[in-house]
């Protein structure tokens, strides 16, 4: 994904790398390359960051970064801030996916102002793909505003789109070959 998450004026770059020693740690990187700052390690071979969007989620309107843990295990959302030299962890919270094992389908994940209020949200799936969540970073942690019932499972990526009175559409297909839009 490339951000100015800094606000300098350039953009960065931030990638997943892994290794088979500590798992998953989100990098980011100045666009000659050089590292600016990381984040935690998954803490375990195999563990996977599944990074899911960039925007303004902060309580306060900042910047974060927003990725999924494991999503195949627990799904444990964090929303990320630039400390300095560090990508810190704000806020988690588990029981949400960013896609399927196995799935091309990676664009599970999607931000936006489903509220029309002054924060971001992010929509994510739950783990078992039958209902979405828009979850808000706010002074307490993540708050879950609702969840979206799908009465099948979830089996698309979810496209979303901003109309002319600046609401939002999203839009999913299910395994039983039903559309759902919500605007």
Same mark, same amino acid.
Not at 16 to 27: C, F, H, M, P
Not at 63 to 70: C, F, Y
Not at 90 to 100: E, I, K, R, W
Not at 159 to 168: E, G, I, K, Q, Y
């Given at each position: 994904m490339w951000t100015d998450l800094d606000g300098d004026g350039r953009r960065e770059i931030i990638a997943? @790398? *892994?290794? =088979?020693? #500590? %798992? =998953?740690?989100?990098?980011l990187f100045n666009e000659d390359g050089n590292i600016v700052a990381s984040g935690p390690t998954a803490g375990n071979e195999y563990r996977w960051r599944h990074q899911v969007a960039v925007a303004?989620?902060?309580p306060d309107g900042e910047? #974060?970064? &927003?990725? &999924?843990?494991?999503p195949h295990i627990e799904g444990f959302v964090e929303f990320y801030q630039l400390n300095e030299d560090e990508l810190t962890v704000? *806020? %988690? @919270? *588990?029981?949400? *996916?960013?896609?399927?094992f196995g799935s091309r389908d990676l664009d599970m994940a999607v931000a936006g102002n489903f509220d029309n209020d002054t924060h971001f949200e992010l929509l994510v799936p739950t783990q078992d793909f039958r209902e979405l969540a828009i979850l808000e970073h706010n002074e307490t942690g993540i708050h879950v505003q609702e969840h979206l019932p799908l009465e099948g499972t979830l089996n698309t990526n979810i =496209? =979303?789109?901003? @109309?002319?009175? $600046? $609401?939002?559409a999203m839009g999913v297909g299910t395994d039983d070959g039903i559309l759902i839009i919500w605007y």
């Open positions: 997943t @790398l *892994s290794n =088979a020693k #500590e %798992g =998953a740690r989100l990098v303004p989620f902060g910047i #974060e970064i &927003v990725d &999924v843990l494991t704000m *806020s %988690g @919270l *588990s029981g949400y *996916s960013s896609h399927m =496209a =979303a789109v901003t @109309l002319v009175n $600046n $609401n939002v």
